[in-house]
């Protein structure tokens, strides 16, 4: 069973940064896809950023050139480096793993969220 806890998260004002973090722990064997999600206010859970255990990522065309996601595999940590934030970048960020047991079983895992906020 593993957790996975996300931090970073905190109130920017229009062009800041902020890196959000998030740590797995917990009966991991291997960890696939690792990836950041975002949900504003009223709107849908969307794909912020994806990266695989070969450390290819992709990106939502909206951050694309101003977020970048990365990985250390040795802290089991997943990480989104945010540059030249918008105040439609505001929401709860989520970030997810894949992640396989010791039962060799392939489960999905979610952190639950940190607040992202960017002031105009």
């Known amino acids: 069973q593993a957790q996975l806890v996300e931090s970073g998260g905190g109130l920017v004002q229009t062009g800041g940064s902020l890196r959000l973090s998030c740590v797995a722990s917990g009966a991991i064997v291997e960890i696939g896809d690792m990836a950041w999600y975002r949900q504003a206010p009223g709107k849908q859970r969307e794909l912020v950023a994806r990266i695989t255990s070969g450390d290819y990522s992709n990106y939502a065309d909206s951050v694309k050139d101003r977020f970048t996601i990365s990985r250390d595999n040795a802290k089991n940590a997943v990480y989104l480096q945010m540059i030249s934030l918008k105040p439609e970048d505001t929401a709860v960020y989520y970030c997810?793993?894949?992640?396989?047991?010791?039962?060799?079983?392939?489960?999905?895992?979610w952190g639950r969220g940190t607040q992202v906020t960017v002031s105009s």
């Open positions: 997810t793993m894949r992640i396989m047991s010791t039962a060799h079983l392939w489960n999905d895992f």
